[in-house]
């Protein structure tokens, strides 16, 4: 038999037995009401009803007459027990209620106050102080409503504990004063004690629900209630931080779309303007144009076809901003500048539309330009050009004073020519602070009958003295050719040259327009003069005014090699393995631009040109205007050593020279 009540499928006899009850269900049964029965009746069923009163059900031996009882004592205990936690429940339950009606609250004004923070920063502090206000007065109402609630419990379960108290005491006297004298005054006592205890028990009850359901209609008409005012005023002040928003939103975006609307117009209008005013220039060419190729002398117009108007290189260059020299000037397209110092022309050749950037990021359309041939003279011979010179062995830094001196050249390096030997020498003379000295060990040449030269600076010309050297480390060591000591260079530049383009003579020569004997200046400490430093003016110096005003610095990637860098003088810093970009306004094309590869994929200097790609090597080949294949001189270096560098050999193929080698060189630049 299982007893149930309105809290949840309960049996009382499992209750029983938790408070220390032993036996059977009939031995329980029995127990509540004796083991004679009522008058001799036996137990056989027991229910709570909807209060949770126990009512048990006796059946009379005799004549099966059925009838329903109250409990004793243990049912009264019980009971009570029941009803304090069914009190407990309740309260529990409008604590929970209430907790969660308070948080849901909170969540709800800080959703909408972090809403409006993040929707507009002019209404920041309206909604703020208003949802603050609204969540103050959501949890006061619901702390409030929740301690009514709990105070309104808490009393019904003291009068309901009070009454059933009573009443428990009263039955058990009346118990315990008829127990002797039978049965049937037990009965008696027992059934005015079940219907004192019933009563009790319905009082308690009906008190402790009713306070228990109005606490809680009370507590959620509290928590309603500020539930309802917290949204309302949340609501509320979101949507005047929204209308704000929207409204400043729409006054944005109208004004940004009417700035934009007049900007692309102004636009569209001065595009227009230079376009119509390019097209009257320059007509876009037709099928009956095909063979035809414009040029540009000194920056005018010498139209091979007489059809076309005379303009200047800053029609060029508008046209180029405008990103229209891809129509007008295609790759292979040709122009010509007159070069005063040789007093010869220079054929540009387009080899790329905005491939090289302009170092002026305003400017977002270049046209790539290399001569169609090798720098040359009237007479269409290539003008040869040393890319760096032999550098020294030893700078003096401190000054050095008359004596023997020796040093040592790298170890497995050129062994059959004295690599890796020591050699001594004595000086005569001293050499000053920030002289030099020279030893020009050349080309299948043996170490031991090159000569030391010291000098009294880097750019001097005359030496200070020449001797001899011995094999053999007599004297005070200077160190060892293999960048370990400081002021002692390398082996591979003191042989040959540098192969650093950013620290070349020929970069030097490239960007100066100073006449001859002013184009050179040394760049790193170990720096000796080119071959033609005296004898070349630079190569700006020749070309017309309105061209270079349309050739804009250019940013030119470059690389080190892997072997060995030194720091230049004006302080920038070198690391082998490394890639760098130079501002420059002419330049040499690198192997990448022509080839398309790269010696390392990590240690890129360019990319290729649209004018090289697909080409062969035969064409390729650099030519001097007399049609001669020639030796041309790329900037990338050779980066297995420290002195070749990069070059276009006459069959077109890629190869690599010693930077010492006077070779041709073919310019580049861009219009910007």
Same mark, same amino acid.
């Given at each position: 038999?299982?007893?149930?009540?309105?809290?949840?499928?309960?049996?009382?006899?499992?209750?029983?037995?938790?408070?220390?009850?032993?036996?059977?269900?009939?031995?329980?049964?029995?127990?509540?009401?004796?083991?004679?029965?009522?008058?001799?009746?036996?137990?056989?069923?027991?229910?709570?009803?909807?209060?949770?009163?126990?009512?048990?059900?006796?059946?009379?031996?005799?004549?099966?007459?059925?009838?329903?009882?109250?409990?004793?004592?243990?049912?009264?205990?019980?009971?009570?027990?029941?009803?304090?936690?069914?009190?407990?429940?309740?309260?529990?339950?409008?604590?929970?209620?209430?907790?969660?009606?308070?948080?849901? +609250?909170?969540?709800? $004004?800080?959703? #909408?106050?972090?809403? &409006? @923070? *993040?929707?507009?920063? !002019? =209404? /920041? %502090?309206?909604?703020?102080?208003?949802?603050?206000?609204?969540?103050?007065?959501?949890?006061?109402?619901?702390?409030?409503?929740?301690?009514?609630?709990?105070?309104?419990?808490?009393?019904?379960?003291?009068?309901?504990?009070?009454?059933?108290?009573?009443?428990?005491?009263?039955?058990?006297?009346?118990?315990?004063?008829?127990?002797?004298?039978?049965?049937?005054?037990?009965?008696?006592?027992?059934?005015?004690?079940?219907?004192?205890?019933?009563?009790?028990?319905?009082?308690?009850?009906?008190?402790?629900?009713?306070?228990?359901?109005?606490?809680?209609?009370?507590?959620?008409?509290?928590?309603?209630?500020?539930?309802?005012?917290?949204?309302?005023?949340?609501?509320?002040?979101?949507?005047? +931080?929204?209308?704000? $928003?929207?409204? #400043?939103?729409?006054? &944005? @975006? *109208?004004?940004?779309? !009417? =700035? /934009? %609307?007049?900007?692309?117009?102004?636009?569209?209008?001065?595009?227009?303007?230079?376009?119509?005013?390019?097209?009257?220039?320059?007509?876009?060419?037709?099928?009956?144009?095909?063979?035809?190729?414009?040029?540009?002398?000194?920056?005018?117009?010498?139209?091979?076809?007489?059809?076309?108007?005379?303009?200047?290189?800053?029609?060029?260059?508008?046209?180029?901003?405008?990103?229209?020299?891809?129509?007008?000037?295609?790759?292979?397209?040709?122009?010509?500048?007159?070069?005063?110092?040789?007093?010869?022309?220079?054929?540009?050749?387009?080899?790329?539309?905005?491939?090289?950037?302009?170092?002026?990021?305003?400017?977002?359309?270049?046209?790539?330009?290399?001569?169609?041939?090798?720098?040359?003279?009237?007479?269409?011979?290539?003008?040869?050009?040393?890319?760096?010179?032999?550098?020294?062995?030893?700078?003096?830094?401190?000054?050095?004073?008359?004596?023997?001196?020796?040093?040592?050249?790298?170890?497995?390096?050129?062994?059959?020519?004295?690599?890796?030997?020591?050699?001594?020498?004595?000086?005569?003379?001293?050499?000053?602070?920030?002289?030099?000295?020279?030893?020009?060990?050349?080309?299948?040449?043996?170490?031991?009958?090159?000569?030391?030269?010291?000098?009294?600076?880097?750019?001097?010309?005359?030496?200070?003295?020449?001797?001899?050297?011995?094999?053999?480390?007599?004297?005070?060591?200077?160190?060892?050719?293999?960048?370990?000591?400081?002021?002692?260079?390398?082996?591979?530049?003191?042989?040959?040259?540098?192969?650093?383009?950013?620290?070349?003579?020929?970069?030097?020569?490239?960007?100066?327009?100073?006449?001859?004997?002013?184009?050179?200046?040394?760049?790193?400490?170990?720096?000796?003069?080119?071959?033609?430093?005296?004898?070349?003016?630079?190569?700006?110096?020749?070309?017309?005014?309105?061209?270079?005003?349309?050739?804009?610095?250019?940013?030119?990637?470059?690389?080190?090699?892997?072997?060995?860098?030194?720091?230049?003088?004006?302080?920038?810093?070198?690391?082998?393995?490394?890639?760098?970009?130079?501002?420059?306004?002419?330049?040499?094309?690198?192997?990448?631009?022509?080839?398309?590869?790269?010696?390392?994929?990590?240690?890129?200097?360019?990319?290729?040109?649209?004018?090289?790609?697909?080409?062969?090597?035969?064409?390729?080949?650099?030519?001097?205007?007399?049609?001669?294949?020639?030796?041309?001189?790329?900037?990338?270096?050779?980066?297995?050593?420290?002195?070749?560098?990069?070059?276009?050999?006459?069959?077109?193929?890629?190869?690599?020279?010693?930077?010492?080698?006077?070779?041709?060189?073919?310019?580049?630049?861009?219009?910007?």
């Amino acid at each position: 038999m299982a007893i149930e009540k309105d809290l949840g499928a309960v049996s009382a006899y499992a209750i029983a037995c938790e408070n220390g009850f032993e036996g059977t269900e009939e031995e329980w049964l029995e127990s509540l009401i004796g083991p004679m029965g009522y008058q001799g009746w036996s137990v056989s069923a027991v229910r709570a009803t909807t209060t949770g009163q126990l009512i048990f059900t006796v059946t009379d031996p005799k004549t099966g007459e059925t009838r329903e009882l109250d409990p004793v004592q243990g049912d009264t205990i019980d009971a009570l027990k029941e009803i304090e936690d069914a009190a407990e429940d309740a309260k529990n339950q409008v604590k929970e209620a209430a907790n969660a009606a308070s948080a849901s +609250a909170v969540k709800a $004004v800080e959703g #909408a106050q972090n809403a &409006g @923070v *993040q929707a507009v920063g !002019d =209404a /920041k %502090t309206a909604a703020v102080e208003a949802v603050t206000s609204a969540q103050t007065a959501g949890v006061q109402a619901v702390q409030g409503a929740q301690t009514a609630a709990i105070n309104a419990v808490s009393e019904a379960q003291t009068q309901a504990t009070e009454a059933v108290g009573t009443a428990k005491t009263q039955a058990v006297q009346a118990v315990e004063d008829t127990e002797n004298t039978g049965v049937s005054a037990v009965e008696d006592a027992k059934s005015n004690a079940l219907t004192e205890v019933g009563k009790a028990k319905t009082t308690a009850v009906d008190a402790v629900n009713a306070a228990g359901t109005q606490a809680a209609s009370d507590a959620q008409t509290a928590i309603t209630a500020a539930k309802n005012q917290a949204v309302s005023d949340v609501q509320n002040a979101g949507q005047s +931080a929204v209308g704000a $928003v929207e409204e #400043a939103q729409t006054t &944005g @975006v *109208q004004a940004v779309e !009417d =700035a /934009k %609307t007049g900007a692309v117009q102004s636009v569209q209008d001065a595009g227009t303007a230079e376009i119509e005013k390019i097209n009257d220039i320059l007509p876009v060419p037709t099928e009956a144009d095909n063979g035809k190729i414009l040029t540009v002398v000194d920056g005018i117009w010498a139209a091979r076809d007489p059809g076309y108007p005379a303009e200047t290189w800053a029609d060029i260059q508008k046209i180029v901003r405008l990103g229209a020299a891809p129509r007008y000037f295609p790759v292979g397209y040709e122009f010509i500048t007159h070069d005063s110092t040789n007093d010869t022309d220079i054929i540009w050749r387009v080899v790329g539309h905005d491939t090289i950037k302009a170092a002026d990021e305003a400017l977002t359309h270049s046209m790539v330009l290399e001569t169609k041939y090798v720098y040359s003279n009237s007479a269409g011979s290539y003008i040869s050009m040393q890319f760096d010179a032999p550098e020294t062995l030893y700078y003096a830094e401190s000054g050095l004073e008359a004596g023997t001196y020796n040093f040592t050249l790298l170890a497995g390096y050129d062994e059959t020519y004295g690599g890796g030997k020591t050699y001594s020498f004595t000086l005569t003379q001293p050499v000053p602070a920030g002289g030099v000295i020279m030893f020009p060990w050349g080309y299948n040449q043996q170490a031991s009958e090159t000569k030391i030269s010291t000098y009294a600076t880097q750019t001097d010309a005359s030496a200070i003295e020449t001797v001899g050297v011995t094999e053999g480390a007599n004297g005070t060591s200077l160190g060892t050719a293999d960048s370990s000591t400081p002021n002692m260079n390398h082996t591979h530049r003191i042989r040959y040259g540098s192969n650093n383009y950013a620290q070349s003579a020929v970069k030097q020569w490239l960007n100066s327009n100073e006449g001859a004997g002013s184009v050179w200046k040394p760049q790193t400490k170990f720096d000796r003069p080119p071959t033609w430093a005296n004898s070349r003016a630079g190569f700006v110096a020749g070309l017309p005014e309105d061209f270079l005003a349309a050739v804009q610095p250019a940013i030119v990637p470059c690389r080190t090699n892997s072997v060995y860098e030194v720091n230049s003088l004006d302080g920038k810093e070198f690391a082998i393995s490394q890639t760098y970009n130079l501002q420059d306004r002419f330049f040499l094309l690198s192997r990448p631009e022509i080839y398309g590869t790269w010696d390392s994929a990590e240690v890129k200097d360019g990319e290729l040109l649209e004018y090289y790609s697909g080409l062969t090597d035969a064409e390729r080949i650099k030519y001097d205007p007399a049609s001669s294949a020639r030796y041309c001189r790329l900037r990338s270096p050779d980066p297995g050593n420290a002195s070749s560098v990069r070059n276009v050999y006459t069959s077109g193929a890629l190869y690599s020279s010693n930077a010492y080698n006077a070779l041709a060189a073919a310019p580049a630049c861009i219009i910007a």
